[in-house]
């Protein structure tokens, strides 16, 4: 059975850290462009990063520029999402989600190509 898990979000102060960790099984995660997405109450799901399956490269979103890494444990058939200085506008459920095209950079802007998510994760930043 093909599944992805995410888990790892909470409550936590301005400033604080999270790491989100996006579990893969019935598959190898290692083929897959990997992204993280997020949804806040009353907006659309933005995408924030993602990891491309053919070179490793990573990609952000402005707004989290610097301050969140994705990163691959091929061991564990993971990827996580370590955010620093959280603010509060980072309050949202964070999804990961798996695209099996090969060759092609993956992306963050759209949420099309990816067809397997996880359940998602809340994340809420407040004092």
């Known amino acids: 059975q093909v599944q992805l898990v995410d888990s790892g979000g909470g409550l936590v102060q301005p400033g604080g850290s999270l790491r989100l960790s996006c579990a893969a099984s019935?598959?190898?995660?290692?083929?897959?462009?990997v992204g993280w997405f997020r949804q806040a109450p009353g907006k659309e799901r933005e995408g924030v990063s993602c990891i491309s399956s053919s070179d490793g490269s990573t990609y952000y979103a402005d707004s989290v520029k610097g301050r969140f890494t994705i990163s691959r444990d091929s061991a564990q058939n993971t990827v996580y999402l370590q955010m620093n200085s959280l603010r509060p506008e980072d309050t949202a459920t964070y999804y990961c989600?798996?695209?099996?095209?090969?060759?092609?950079?993956?992306?963050?802007?759209?949420?099309?190509?990816?067809?397997?998510w996880g359940q998602g994760t809340q994340v809420t930043v407040s004092s």
């Open positions: 989600a798996a695209d099996g095209a090969q060759g092609v950079r993956c992306t963050y802007y759209s949420d099309a190509p990816y067809d397997h």
């Open positions: 019935g598959f190898t995660l290692d083929y897959y462009n």
